[in-house]
């Protein structure tokens, strides 16, 4: 079971990225789905989380400007990155609780996709 992660790179000041992740394995099924992030020197926060159910939780420092949706189906989640700030740079891990022949398991996409908001 792993998660893959796609999008993310070089971007300016108020423009858009949207970054993807796909689980993949045997998988019966996924509670929450989301996205921490990294900035250089500081702390990882959450950036945004979405349930099975599609409620969606952000960090405060992304309301409103950053969407996450997952389609169940296909096992994958999305977030739309808007209006970006420089402050936004760092590196974005995707994350899930998936259910396995093992029982409940977080699994975390580990080297991330990093994200720069630069002119």
């Known amino acids: 079971v792993q998660l893959q992660a796609s999008g993310g790179g070089l971007v300016q000041p108020g423009g858009s990225l949207r970054l993807s992740c796909a689980a993949s394995?045997?998988?019966?099924?996924?509670?929450?789905m989301g996205w921490n992030r990294q900035a250089p020197g500081k702390e990882r926060e959450l950036a945004a989380v979405i349930s099975s159910g599609g409620d969606a939780v952000y960090g405060d420092s992304v309301k409103g400007r950053f969407t996450i949706s997952r389609d169940n189906a296909k096992k994958t989640v999305t977030l739309q990155m808007s209006s970006l700030r420089p402050e936004d740079t760092g590196v974005y891990y995707c994350?899930?609780?998936?259910?396995?022949?093992?029982?409940?398991?977080?699994?975390?996409w580990g080297q991330g996709t990093l994200v720069t908001v630069s002119s």
């Open positions: 994350n899930a609780d998936v259910l396995t022949a093992h029982g409940f398991e977080h699994i975390d």
């Open positions: 394995g045997i998988i019966f099924s996924i509670n929450d």
